[in-house]
């Protein structure tokens, strides 16, 4: 793989990663919530899902994948239904606001799951790394080390942009210093969260 191919691949990425989505939606959301340090487990099931999907077009199973699409929709559908019990528990979230309290801790392995199923069902992520990856790459020839060397890009486009997005969020939750601010942040990735899953049921 040259690098000028690499370079068009990290371009593409950065655009499709880079504009709000489900995926970012749901981040955001759970940073505004519960703090940045709930977000890891999500962060990583996020990555890897994308990594996964990378692999699939790679390796020539894309076409496997779409084969089996009925296990991705129920995957999508779990998936939505977890981000609107997850929106549910933001509206009716405590307001209540203790100084130097630490955000609540969400048990970690129900969060890489969330960020599994949000990341494998969403419809954009399987666009692109489907329908629209093999026309920036030759898939056909991609060796051992160009794939390597895709999901090194990968990892380093998605931590860029998701770290991002958590360190505007987690600003944005240190101007929350009382409870009427912190009910309307709740309510606010509530809908966030909505919109998420509505957005990823609807396509």
Request: glycine letters at 6%.
């Amino acid at each position: 793989m040259t690098f000028s191919a690499l370079m068009i691949f990290c371009a593409a990425l950065v655009i499709n990663a880079g504009s709000p989505g489900p995926s970012v939606a749901a981040l955001v959301s759970r940073v505004l919530t519960n703090g940045f340090r709930d977000v890891f487990p999500f962060l990583a099931a996020m990555w890897l899902g994308e990594a996964i999907w990378l692999t699939l077009a790679v390796t020539g199973l894309s076409a496997l994948a779409q084969s089996f699409a009925t296990v991705f929709i129920a995957l999508k559908y779990v998936g939505v239904a977890y981000l609107l019990y997850l929106a549910w528990n933001m509206w009716n979230a405590p307001v209540e606001i203790k100084e130097d309290e630490a955000p609540r801790r969400r048990q970690p392995l129900k969060m890489f799951s969330a960020g599994m199923m949000v990341t494998l069902g969403n419809p954009k992520i399987m666009v692109f790394y489907v329908a629209l990856l093999p026309t920036i790459i030759d898939i056909g020839h991609v060796t051992a080390g160009a794939w390597a060397a895709l999901i090194a890009t990968l990892i380093t486009v998605l931590a860029a942009i998701d770290l991002t997005w958590s360190f505007i969020a987690v600003r944005a939750r240190r101007l929350l210093t009382n409870s009427k601010a912190m009910r309307t942040a709740n309510r606010t990735s509530a809908g966030m969260m909505t919109g998420a899953a509505v957005a990823i049921a609807t396509k």
